[in-house]
């Protein structure tokens, strides 16, 4: 299967996802990006955002809060700080989180202020994407 | 010669305490069979970030402009030691031998006229580090309270480290803790994470493009790794304690078995020759009339 790529979707405590997909769609540190088979090697951070991955057995989406992704020719592994199936996303993890960064982004410094208010916004907008 | 009563006494408290260490043994291994299995499950992801980051490191460490996480302060005058330990004694050798480790560089450092700090995760390695160290604690995590050991743990450690980091409290910070072999085999293990060194891995030379940038990337992920490191530090040291725990508790299971062949023996010799004193004592009653 020429147009399929390996792909890998690891936390830090257990690997969630190991199959095979057509395509991947990755919420890029630099914006949304979709990898498939034959992606030229590419290193991406990721912001918070919804990844969905489009294989032989059907579409799933996942929420993911930042880490990285590795794509090659022939696989893509997503490393996520904390990734949980759309379905399971609750309304409390949301705000739990954006609690976090709303203290976070209040405490830091003004050179770090871009960053961290990036990620109350980006957590933001995931919420509204996931809408709970 | 103790009394019967008391022979008997003892071999009966022996028991329990066989049993406890049986039990305990039993509880070990369950124990043991889960850490190892989250270790196992962790190792990908720690894997990975590891590869990713040293082929980063690699190519982004010689400019001046790299991370001090990774490049340094510039000189190594203050170390921070995290030495993880246990928050539960009865695991034989596995506490001591991290502090014995620690204790050995602390005392190396010490007398290169080294600034030490310590921070202990684990309340056995504080106990035995006060009693020499009292003055270079500078912080202690308590893990009582945590029934398995989650990401969010080490990345409260971690965030606790950066933050002294940051407040430019230290310039080397060491992790020490027990490497996992087997049942038997723990392997005390010193590991600088600041400034990250990174084992010079034969990666496939395939050319990444990077977005945002390289530097961009590797300052988001310096902090990660040492989450990281830490996580798998503290899973190392889970799936340490347990197997030391089982091993020390099968020790004690056998000891108390042979005590109670011993103590058995010696109650029903002392048996035995209360009998035949009673029977002499007939006999020759019987023969003086």
């Given at each position: 299967?020429?147009?399929?790529?390996?792909?890998?979707?690891?936390?830090?405590?257990?690997?969630?996802?190991?199959?095979?997909?057509?395509?991947?769609?990755?919420?890029?540190?630099?914006?949304?990006?979709?990898?498939?088979?034959?992606?030229?090697?590419?290193i991406?951070?990721l912001?918070?955002g919804?990844l969905?991955?489009?294989g032989?057995?059907?579409?799933?989406?996942?929420?993911v809060?930042?880490?990285?992704?590795?794509i090659?020719?022939?696989s893509?592994?997503?490393?996520?700080?904390?990734?949980?199936p759309?379905?399971?996303?609750?309304?409390?993890?949301m705000?739990?989180?954006?609690?976090d960064?709303?203290?976070?982004?209040?405490?830091?410094?003004?050179?770090?202020?871009?960053?961290?208010?990036?990620l109350?916004?980006?957590?933001?907008?995931?919420?509204?994407?996931?809408?709970? | 010669?103790?009394?019967?009563?008391?022979?008997k006494?003892?071999?009966?408290?022996?028991?329990?305490?066989?049993?406890?260490?049986?039990?305990m043994?039993?509880?070990?291994?369950?124990?043991?069979?889960?850490?190892?299995d989250?270790?196992e499950?962790?190792?990908?992801?720690?894997?990975?970030?590891?590869?990713?980051?040293?082929?980063?490191?690699?190519?982004?460490?010689?400019?001046?402009?790299?991370?001090k996480?990774?490049?340094?302060?510039?000189n190594?005058?203050?170390h921070l030691?995290?030495?993880?330990?246990?928050?539960?004694?009865?695991?034989?050798?596995?506490?001591?031998?991290?502090?014995?480790?620690?204790?050995?560089?602390?005392?190396a450092?010490?007398?290169?006229?080294?600034?030490?700090?310590?921070?202990?995760?684990?309340?056995?390695?504080?106990?035995?580090?006060?009693?020499?160290?009292?003055?270079?604690?500078?912080?202690?995590?308590?893990?009582?309270?945590?029934?398995?050991?989650?990401?969010?743990?080490?990345?409260?450690?971690?965030?606790?480290?950066?933050?002294?980091?940051?407040?430019?409290?230290?310039?080397?910070?060491?992790?020490?803790?027990n490497?996992?072999?087997?049942?038997?085999?723990?392997?005390?293990t010193?590991?600088?994470?600041?400034?990250?060194?990174?084992?010079?891995?034969?990666?496939?030379?395939?050319l990444?493009?990077?977005?945002?940038?390289?530097?961009?990337?590797?300052?988001?992920?310096?902090?990660?790794?040492?989450?990281?490191?830490?996580?798998?530090?503290?899973?190392?040291?889970?799936?340490?304690?347990?197997?030391?725990?089982?091993?020390?508790?099968?020790?004690?299971?056998?000891?108390?078995?042979?005590m109670?062949?011993?103590?058995?023996?010696?109650?029903?010799r002392?048996?035995?020759?209360?009998?035949?004193?009673?029977?002499i004592?007939i006999i020759?009653?019987a023969?003086?009339?």
């Amino acid at each position: 299967m020429a147009n399929t790529l390996q792909f890998d979707l690891v936390s830090p405590e257990r690997r969630l996802a190991s199959v095979l997909a057509t395509e991947v769609l990755i919420p890029g540190a630099d914006g949304d990006m979709t990898a498939m088979a034959n992606h030229a090697a590419t290193i991406t951070s990721l912001r918070p955002g919804l990844l969905t991955v489009t294989g032989p057995e059907g579409k799933m989406t996942y929420a993911v809060t930042g880490g990285f992704a590795d794509i090659t020719a022939a696989s893509t592994s997503v490393l996520a700080e904390r990734a949980v199936p759309l379905s399971e996303v609750t309304a409390e993890m949301m705000d739990g989180l954006i609690a976090d960064a709303t203290t976070a982004a209040a405490a830091a410094s003004v050179d770090a202020r871009n960053v961290t208010d990036k990620l109350v916004a980006d957590l933001q907008a995931l919420r509204a994407a996931v809408g709970v | 010669m103790p009394s019967l009563k008391a022979l008997k006494n003892r071999i009966v408290s022996v028991k329990n305490t066989r049993k406890i260490t049986k039990a305990m043994q039993m509880v070990a291994a369950a124990k043991l069979r889960r850490a190892q299995d989250s270790a196992e499950a962790a190792r990908p992801y720690a894997e990975r970030m590891m590869a990713v980051m040293s082929g980063l490191a690699a190519s982004v460490g010689g400019s001046s402009t790299a991370p001090k996480l990774l490049s340094g302060t510039g000189n190594d005058k203050v170390h921070l030691l995290v030495v993880m330990t246990s928050e539960r004694g009865l695991c034989g050798g596995f506490n001591s031998t991290i502090v014995r480790l620690a204790r050995g560089k602390i005392r190396a450092l010490l007398a290169e006229g080294k600034t030490v700090k310590i921070l202990t995760v684990g309340k056995k390695g504080r106990e035995q580090l006060k009693r020499d160290f009292s003055t270079l604690f500078v912080g202690h995590v308590d893990m009582t309270e945590v029934k398995r050991v989650g990401y969010a743990d080490a990345q409260g450690i971690a965030r606790d480290i950066l933050a002294r980091f940051d407040a430019g409290e230290f310039d080397v910070a060491t992790l020490f803790f027990n490497r996992f072999q087997s049942v038997i085999s723990q392997v005390p293990t010193a590991q600088q994470i600041i400034p990250a060194i990174f084992e010079q891995v034969e990666t496939e030379s395939t050319l990444y493009d990077y977005e945002p940038s390289e530097e961009a990337i590797l300052a988001d992920l310096l902090p990660r790794g040492i989450a990281t490191q830490v996580f798998t530090a503290l899973l190392e040291n889970g799936a340490s304690e347990q197997g030391a725990r089982m091993s020390a508790m099968d020790n004690a299971t056998r000891n108390a078995g042979d005590m109670i062949d011993r103590l058995t023996i010696v109650y029903n010799r002392s048996r035995q020759a209360a009998i035949t004193k009673e029977l002499i004592e007939i006999i020759s009653g019987a023969e003086a009339l």
